[in-house]
Structure formats: structure tokens, C-alpha cells
């Protein structure tokens, strides 16, 4: 694999993971079997998402879990139908640090095939579930070969379900299977001290004028690239949760929940948003 090459993509990306309530990584959650029978709060959390994104007239890509789409078609309509883009974020939400490498290409492979079925449309985009690409070289790799053209699951910290800390958040572009492969790494602001992340359960936690601040800073820091994400659970205050959690567990999903649908509309509002999609081909000069 040839040698990576940053690249100048100075747009603001928002990111939606298209995952139920329940499909929290790192914890015991309910078996597949039982998932059917769970109240699902998807659709209500997703369709908020759309309307603040309308408001400011911001596009995001969201990825999306394949059982989700299964479950919900008519949403992946919905989300497509008002211009935003569908990503793939494999199909049961499992780590892929947990699976060989078979068992990782029948996942995607099954999600990005249903995805493409519903909107009449390729995927090219990919994010792991919990950003667990620890072998993150070899990943490009399988998803090269899969037909992705870009993925985004490098989170340029420490995580419990992984983190890729030998990256910055610069977006770059890579030769993988006789093809140009792109990544758009989660933002994390960095000092010499600390790193912290600026999407998901961080932002819930940090307080807004803070969080303006990094995003700011890290804006300066990375030509202007700015990518945030977060999970239709998390603009939904009063869903159901999961209560066998452990309690530093249990205070990381769920605090600040009540009130973060406030801040995602602040946030959304600093900029302008893009598809991910978009922008590489503008990027290379050709058309959707």
C-alpha cells in the first residue's frame, strides 16, 4: 500500500450513525432475536435530525446500520429524498476488532447491497461501528475491494472500542487495490496534554461555548476540515435505556442526553454542511 497523502478539503461535514437505542457497543445489549420486539426510537430521532438540518439548509451523510434500513426503508427514502447521503455502517453494528476478515466482508457487504436496493443509488462510504478499525490499513483494503471509494472511521484518539491515535484529523487520500481511497477522520481538537474528541458523547459533555471554541481551533489547525457526528438517540431526551449498564458506563451514554438536541442546532448552525460524496467529486472534478 502506498504512502498516505493529506489533502486540502476545507468543508464541514455532519455526520449522523443511524443505530436504535439499544445498539450500544462494549456492553451486554439484547440478542438479534430479540431486537424485533424492542420499541424502536429510529425513526422519531432521525426525522428531528432532517428538520434541523433543514433549517439551516446544511446537507450531512448519514450511516446507517443495514438492519436498521431492513427494519425502515421508507426512512432511508426519506433521508435520501431530501438530499442528504447514505453511508453504510455495516449491518448488526458489531466491532470489527471482534471478526475475522470474512465475517467483516459478509457484514458490509450485506448492508452496502440492501442499502443500494432501496435508494437505486451506489454507496460509496463507510464508517465502522464504534470507529472499531484497529487494523485500519488492512480495513481500506477489504472495502477497496467491497467498491467503497472513502471511509470514515478513523477517530484520532484513545476509545474503549478502539481509536486510531497514530492519525490526525486530516482528511487524505491513499492508493488501495489500483484505486485513489479517501478517509475524513472524526475531528479532535489536540494539544501537547490531551486530545479531545468533538462529536458523540463528548459534545453532550462539554459545554457549548467550550465546544465552539474547539471547534474553532481545530478548524485553524486542519485547513478549515471540520467533521462532527452524533446518533438519533442522542437528540431524543426521554428514550428507553439500558439499565444492566455499569455506572461509568451508564453516566457516558446517557448524560447530557436530555438537552442535546439543543446543542446540535447551535452546532449545526456554525457552518454550512456537505455530503461527503459531494465534495469528492468535486474534489476530483466530475459530477454526481
Given at each position: 500500500?502506498?504512502?498516505?497523502n493529506y489533502i486540502d478539503i476545507p468543508y464541514?461535514?455532519?455526520?449522523?450513525?443511524?443505530?436504535?437505542?439499544?445498539?450500544?457497543?462494549?456492553?451486554?445489549?439484547?440478542?438479534?432475536?430479540?431486537?424485533?420486539d424492542l420499541p424502536s426510537i429510529v425513526e422519531?430521532?432521525?426525522?428531528?435530525?432532517?428538520?434541523?438540518?433543514?433549517?439551516?439548509?446544511?446537507?450531512?451523510?448519514?450511516?446507517?446500520?443495514?438492519?436498521?434500513?431492513?427494519?425502515?426503508?421508507?426512512?432511508?427514502?426519506?433521508?435520501?429524498?431530501?438530499?442528504?447521503?447514505?453511508?453504510?455502517?455495516?449491518?448488526?453494528?458489531?466491532?470489527?476488532?471482534?471478526?475475522?476478515?470474512?465475517?467483516?466482508?459478509?457484514?458490509?457487504?450485506?448492508?452496502?447491497?440492501?442499502?443500494?436496493?432501496?435508494?437505486?443509488?451506489?454507496?460509496?462510504?463507510?464508517?465502522?461501528?464504534?470507529?472499531?478499525?484497529?487494523?485500519?490499513?488492512?480495513?481500506?483494503?477489504?472495502?477497496?475491494?467491497?467498491?467503497?471509494?472513502?471511509?470514515?472511521?478513523?477517530?484520532?484518539?484513545?476509545?474503549?472500542?478502539?481509536?486510531?491515535?497514530?492519525?490526525?484529523?486530516?482528511?487524505?487520500?491513499?492508493?488501495?487495490?489500483?484505486?485513489?481511497?479517501?478517509?475524513?477522520?472524526?475531528?479532535?481538537?489536540?494539544?501537547?496534554?490531551?486530545?479531545?474528541?468533538?462529536?458523540?458523547?463528548?459534545?453532550?459533555?462539554?459545554?457549548?461555548?467550550?465546544?465552539?471554541?474547539?471547534?474553532?481551533?481545530?478548524?485553524?489547525?486542519?485547513?478549515?476540515?471540520?467533521?462532527?457526528?452524533?446518533?438519533?438517540?442522542?437528540?431524543?431526551?426521554?428514550?428507553?435505556?439500558?439499565?444492566?449498564?455499569?455506572?461509568n458506563k451508564y453516566i457516558k451514554t446517557y448524560?447530557?442526553?436530555?438537552?442535546?438536541?439543543?446543542?446540535?442546532?447551535?452546532?449545526?448552525?456554525?457552518?454550512?454542511?456537505?455530503?461527503?460524496?459531494?465534495?469528492?467529486?468535486?474534489?476530483?472534478?466530475?459530477?454526481?
Amino acid at each position: 500500500m502506498n504512502q498516505i497523502n493529506y489533502i486540502d478539503i476545507p468543508y464541514t461535514f455532519i455526520t449522523v450513525d443511524v443505530e436504535d437505542w439499544f445498539h450500544i457497543l462494549n456492553t451486554n445489549i439484547p440478542p438479534y432475536d430479540q431486537w424485533d420486539d424492542l420499541p424502536s426510537i429510529v425513526e422519531k430521532g432521525t426525522h428531528k435530525i432532517l428538520d434541523l438540518l433543514d433549517e439551516n439548509n446544511s446537507k450531512a451523510t448519514f450511516f446507517v446500520l443495514g438492519w436498521i434500513a431492513e427494519k425502515h426503508p421508507s426512512l432511508i427514502k426519506e433521508i435520501d429524498r431530501r438530499g442528504h447521503e447514505i453511508g453504510c455502517h455495516g449491518y448488526y453494528h458489531k466491532e470489527l476488532n471482534k471478526l475475522n476478515d470474512e465475517e467483516i466482508s459478509h457484514d458490509i457487504l450485506k448492508s452496502k447491497t440492501l442499502l443500494e436496493q432501496i435508494i437505486g443509488k451506489e454507496v460509496i462510504g463507510y464508517r465502522a461501528p464504534g470507529f472499531s478499525s484497529h487494523d485500519y490499513l488492512h480495513l481500506i483494503d477489504i472495502l477497496s475491494e467491497i467498491g467503497f471509494n472513502y471511509d470514515a472511521s478513523v477517530f484520532p484518539a484513545k476509545r474503549e472500542t478502539g481509536g486510531n491515535s497514530q492519525f490526525t484529523s486530516c482528511p487524505f487520500s491513499i492508493e488501495s487495490k489500483n484505486k485513489k481511497f479517501y478517509e475524513f477522520p472524526i475531528s479532535v481538537y489536540k494539544n501537547r496534554f490531551f486530545r479531545i474528541p468533538i462529536g458523540g458523547g463528548f459534545s453532550r459533555i462539554i459545554p457549548l461555548f467550550v465546544q465552539k471554541h474547539l471547534i474553532n481551533q481545530t478548524k485553524k489547525k486542519n485547513n478549515n476540515y471540520f467533521m462532527f457526528y452524533f446518533h438519533p438517540r442522542e437528540v431524543i431526551g426521554d428514550h428507553p435505556r439500558l439499565h444492566n449498564l455499569k455506572v461509568n458506563k451508564y453516566i457516558k451514554t446517557y448524560i447530557g442526553v436530555r438537552n442535546f438536541h439543543k446543542k446540535v442546532r447551535k452546532i449545526v448552525k456554525i457552518d454550512k454542511s456537505r455530503t461527503i460524496s459531494e465534495v469528492i467529486y468535486n474534489y476530483e472534478g466530475r459530477s454526481i
